[in-house]
Nanobody, 121 residues
Framework: VQLQASGGGLVQAGGSMRLSCVVS????????MAWFRQPPGKEREFVAT????????DYASSVKGRFAISRDNVKNTVYLQMNSLKPEDTAVYYC???????????????WGQGTLVTVSS
């Protein structure tokens, strides 16, 4: 299973951005999907997750109400819609997949290469 994240770039504080992650080599509808991020000089942290059925979601408290994770199983793509962005959201964002739902635990089997999001003040 391969994951390819895209959509990162530079955005001003208060703006919006949507990240995409395409899954290949497997059937995405069988996988729980998640987004993590690694801010500069910090450890990787959980952002959001969505079960394969779509009925379970979880968000980091720092992004709740601003970010939304969704999936399109036909396109084998998971999205992260990010609104009201803040400079502290600056990070490399990674998508992850696993046959099992791990919630905010980073014990996912498959990881994408990351896409950089920079939020300017």
């Amino acid at each position: 299973v391969q994951l390819q994240a895209s959509g990162g770039g530079l955005v001003q504080a208060g703006g919006s951005m949507r990240l995409s992650c395409v899954v290949s080599g497997g059937t995405m509808r069988n996988y729980a999907m998640a987004w993590f991020r690694q801010p500069p000089g910090k450890e990787r942290e959980f952002v959001a997750t969505l079960s394969w059925t779509g009925d379970l979601t979880d968000y980091a408290s720092s992004v709740k109400g601003r970010f939304a994770i969704s999936r399109d199983n036909v396109k084998n793509t998971v999205y992260l819609q990010m609104n009201s962005l803040k400079p502290e959201d600056t990070a490399v964002y990674y998508c992850a997949a696993d046959l099992y739902y791990h919630g905010n635990d980073d014990d996912y089997d498959y990881w994408g290469q990351g896409t950089l999001v920079t939020v300017s003040s």
